[in-house]
């Protein structure tokens, strides 16, 4: 049952009163001015009550599930200071947020809060990653004085969906999310594969620095790294709206694979794509398989001994070319790390993984296909050349398109001979043909796209 409710003065008492609507019927709570600081509590609380049901319901979250392909602006404050004259209340941008924390920081944040018991933390965890709750009241088997300490300091806070497109071709999902500081929002696409299931693309930077001449992205400046809360974000929104949380054991996850393909690098913001990593894959939470989750790097080839250090997360790299004059032209991190360091660095990878399973051991290396630069018969074979001592699988791209872009996509039939070649000298190959294009969701098309003006009025 769809309810929503509004704030409204009546004229003769000077109270407040809470309408809520459903289909069925229209309630009317009265409650006096001073009891505005916890209506978004008696809110939920509402919600809770008249919402239960014997059958299992789809999580409804976020306003832009209900305005597909159209740009949603979301405040991102709740300032109900017009409604009182009591001073504002803490916004929840002002608060630490609970999600994002490893298991040891809640347990240090928990230190200040008295009546914490050792294994409060514990259950925390559990609500925000396994039952999926966005309100700290919805924690219901802590204690209410541990919560109104909580809800003092503390929020559960996703960001904000800025805008939601869906294509209408093949499902692809854009989400543009918005965090703390207005300029800080960043694309993440749920791409759907066979089934229910699909993969989170999801991004580790606001911008990126690597300036990739065939990627969108590389042309939006470097703002800044983003928390390891805004990563796991990421995914938390997808599955809530497509219903994994609360986790089901055993269950089919719908979002069941998760990629670091998105705006950034994410070697150079590890400390937080390391945490984040870890609470997606905390058997006590989220419980994501390592073997479910891929880190895409450009080439940063000292990152890649840390990642072996997570022992089970799959690595891609964008290689692009098989010889450093070329590289260095249209992935310019080779400059700092030519293709034989970073080939090096991948046969330690592989070999420090030989213990975890076979997919983690195995690196893929993306290639994207640009007509006339990269796409030649030579270079198929040289590509095959170059990693015959490493196992690997080759993930062929064409070339999405993007406003101003130099360049255009290898033929269809001439990606295919290029495929060809190459497994037939050992290499496994995959072509990725484009999905998002009309939403432009594809590889190498993510950049920020919003009227930072509009933002900050």
Known sequence: MATHSLWRQCTSSGTYHLITHSKSRVTSHWKPSAFLKSHIAAYSSFRSENNNSSSPRRPRTFDSTSHRNKPVTVNPHLDTAHLSNSAPPVRDWDKKNLIGLSLDQLKEEL??????????????????????????????????????????????NYGRVVSDHVSPTDGTRKLLVGFKDPKAMVESVFIPMNGPRGTQCI???????????????GTQKLLRNLTAGEIVSQ??????????????KNAQRNVSNIVFMGQGEPLYNWRNV??????????????????????STSGVAPGLAKLAELGGVSLAISLHATNDNLRDEIVPINKTFPIKVLMEACADYAKKMESCNRD????????????????????????????????????????NPWPGSQY????????????????????PTTI??????????????????????????
Request: hydrophobic content about 35%; some cysteine; glycine content about 6%.
């Open 111 to 156: 230190k200040s809060i008295s009546g914490v018991k050792s294994y409060t933390a514990g259950q925390i965890w559990r609500f925000l990653y396994q039952r999926g709750v966005t309100s700290i009241d919805d924690m219901l088997n802590i204690p209410k004085s541990i919560k109104d300490e909580l809800n003092e300091n503390y929020t559960i």
């Open 203 to 217: 991004s580790s930077q606001v911008g990126c620095s690597l300036a990739c001449t065939f990627c969108h992205t």
């Open 360 to 399: 983690s051991q195995r690196i893929t290396f993306e290639y994207v296909m640009l007509k006339d630069v990269n796409d030649s018969f030579q270079e198929a074979r040289a590509l095959a050349d170059l990693l015959q001592d490493i196992p690997s699988h080759v993930n062929l791209i064409p070339f």
């Open 274 to 295: 390391k945490q984040a990593i870890e609470i997606l894959t905390d058997k006590d939470g989220i419980g994501m398989p390592k073997s479910k989750i891929t880190v």
């Open 408 to 427: 255009v996509s290898s033929p269809r039939d001439h990606i295919v001979g290029f495929s060809r070649i190459i497994e037939n000298l050992g290499v």
């Open 235 to 248: 995914y938390m929104i997808p599955a809530k709206d497509y219903g994994d949380l609360p986790l089901v």
């Open 432 to 457: 990725r043909w484009p999905r998002g294009l009309d939403v432009m969701g594809a590889c190498g098309q993510l950049k920020t796209t919003y009227d930072q003006e509009k933002l900050t009025q």
